[in-house]
């Protein structure tokens, strides 16, 4: 790839709400805000060619691509290592009690119920950047989930992952190089050898 378009999904029916989803199995489908995002995110790529779209499993971000490339024969790729979190006993509650468990542990401490460590989240990202980087497409779409984006937007401003991340708007692209990305990928995998909260909000 020589570019990546990295894309939030738009507003969906429980993000409104304040609920975490990290199984695709659960339906979350955009809300009207939501598709209006989507269209809006179309529109500002309309004049940019796109050789493939990649996406996580999930409902709100397949739906927020079909809005914004329709019309446009752009080939899709499904990347599961972009799913957002496994919540574990978090899923179906609120973001603000997640937040409270993420910021009181330890990176390496996977949420209770069976869900993941954010070390392991960082881990799960990384292989999907590298296939992306692998990838023999020109420009690629993105769309995925505020962790993935966010992290890597802030180790591009020198910050390492933090258990609270300010939140990505939704259906707004950030566009990266090979070599940005590249070094973001390098940055998070130095981090994730050796996984701690080092600047914390």
């Not at 809005?67 to 919540?87: H, K, M, S």
């Not at 009181?104 to 070390?119: F, I, Q, T």
């Not at 939704?170 to 981090?191: C, I, K, M, N």
Request: hydrophobic share 40%.
């Amino acid at each position: 790839m020589d570019e990546v378009i990295l894309a939030r999904h738009g507003e969906s029916e429980l993000s409104i709400v304040g609920t975490v989803n990290g199984d695709p199995a659960v339906a979350c489908a955009l809300t009207p805000g939501g598709r209006e995002q989507a269209r809006r995110l179309g529109e500002l790529l309309a004049e940019t060619e796109l050789d493939i779209c990649a996406t996580s499993e999930f409902e709100r971000t397949l739906q927020t691509a079909d809005i914004a490339l329709a019309g446009r024969a752009v080939p899709r790729l499904v990347l599961p290592e972009l799913n957002d979190v496994r919540f574990g006993s978090f899923e179906g509650r609120s973001l603000a009690d997640y937040r409270v468990w993420a910021a009181a542990n330890d990176p390496m401490v996977e949420a209770p119920g069976g869900g993941e460590s954010r070390a392991a989240t960082v881990q799960r990202y990384l292989q999907a950047y590298r296939k992306i980087l692998g990838r023999p497409e020109g420009t690629v779409l993105v769309v995925a989930h505020g962790l993935p984006i966010r992290y890597l937007l802030n180790v591009l401003q020198g910050q390492t992952p933090t258990p609270l991340v300010a939140p990505v708007p939704y259906a707004e692209p950030y566009v990266l190089g090979h070599a940005d990305l590249l070094r973001a990928a390098e940055s998070l995998e130095q981090w994730a050898a050796h996984p701690a909260w080092t600047n914390l909000p």
